[in-house]
């Protein structure tokens, strides 16, 4: 174990660290001379299908709501995510020609393939994106799209998040009139990264934060899908009980909970909405909350704690998940936590 964790203490800080080398593998892999390697069939049967269903559990499902929002801003294509424990018992009305793409970092969760079997049966087209070639669910679907992110050995998943939304935005970009050079923007994103862990600090701001019970991430948009996995990272290894909001939203109830001290993290990448999550952060510290803005550099304002370099807007959530790993990591680590094999989880679910 030691050994393969080199310098780093533990997997999951070796992992976040890799993300930078897995963006850019990534990028070698789906490329020839400058020609995507994705399979055309995979592009013309989307094209062909009337809406994509993504179908995910945790994290991948995440990822999978990134991956709607770039379908549908780059495509114009209506994209459905699904919760796939979900999905496999309660089937939604489904369009007439639908596309699965089913994201799964082990390619084995239990869930998913009781989705596959489903599918097959009403033979519609399945794409799978995950991590192991060798997998149940990459050798039983129509089409499988690798992941690149390496052998991932910490429970909590990071460098096969943010890989899954490269792949997904690699597809949305097939797909599209491609307007920019994703190559470019991609490779902008692991120097941003890199950046980031090269000067950060996020044992401070984890300190500085999170001493209570509870915690909330809250965001706008892209920002709020990357408060969700935010908060499940956050949970899942430092037990503090924490939950992701649309910015707006809080104020609908949940803002009741918000008392002296408590942690409120704001995510904020998009300058037409960044003001609006601002006044959100208001409201909370009118009462009492603790907050912490994670911002690009595209909209910091002076205060602002943690502050990572601004990347093609559509590719923002791969960078600002980062500072939220590493604070789930030290949050964990400050407690003294099993970091890399949390209580009561396990990294592949092979049961349903
Ligand atoms: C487990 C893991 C999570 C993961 C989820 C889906 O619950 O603990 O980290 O996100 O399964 O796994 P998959 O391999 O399908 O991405």
Do not use: W
């Not at 660290?17 to 070698?28: A, K």
């Not at 995510?267 to 803005?293: Q, Y």
């Not at 936590?337 to 349903?352: G, M, Q, Y």
Request: hydrophobic share 45%.
């Amino acid at each position: 174990d030691d050994v393969e964790k080199g310098e780093y203490a533990h997997f999951m800080l070796k992992e976040i660290h890799e993300q930078p080398s897995v963006v850019r593998r990534i990028v070698s892999n789906y490329f020839d001379n400058g020609k995507s390697r994705i399979d055309e069939k995979i592009l013309n049967d989307i094209k062909d299908s009337d809406r994509i269903y993504i179908l995910a559990a945790g994290t991948s499902m995440h990822a999978g709501l990134i991956g709607k929002n770039l379908f549908e801003r780059l495509d114009n294509i209506p994209v459905e995510v699904h919760i796939a424990s979900e999905f496999a018992y309660q089937k939604p009305l489904l369009s007439k020609k639908p596309f699965f793409i089913l994201v799964s970092q082990s390619g084995e969760t239990a869930d998913l393939r009781a989705c596959l079997v489903n599918i097959k049966e009403m033979n519609f087209p399945i794409l799978t994106v995950t991590n192991v070639p060798t997998s149940t669910l990459a050798r039983e679907a129509k089409y499988f799209l690798e992941l690149f992110a390496g052998p991932e050995i910490a429970v909590a998943s990071t460098k096969a998040y943010v890989a899954q939304v490269a792949v997904l935005a690699l597809i949305a970009y097939e797909l599209s009139n491609k307007d920019f050079d994703i190559r470019e923007e991609l490779t902008k994103v692991a120097l941003s990264i890199e950046n980031f862990l090269s000067c950060q600090n996020m044992l401070d701001v984890t300190r500085y934060l999170l001493t209570h019970r509870n915690c909330f991430f809250i965001g706008r948009g892209l920002d709020y899908y990357t408060g969700l996995e935010a908060a499940l990272k956050l949970k899942e290894i430092s037990y503090i009980q924490t939950e992701g909001f649309a910015a707006g939203e809080l104020k609908h109830g949940t803002i009741a909970l918000i008392e002296e001290g408590t942690p409120v993290i704001a995510i904020i990448s998009d300058p037409k909405i960044s003001h609006n999550t601002r006044s959100n952060l208001n409201e909370v510290i009118a009462r009492g909350a603790r907050t912490i803005r994670i911002v690009t550099s595209e909209v910091a304002e002076a205060g602002d704690e943690v502050i990572v370099d601004a990347v093609h807007p559509l590719l923002t959530p791969m960078v600002m998940v980062v500072p939220t790993q590493l604070l789930s990591y030290y949050a964990a680590l400050e407690r003294s936590f099993d970091i890399d094999k949390p209580r009561n989880l396990a990294k592949s679910v092979t049961v349903e």
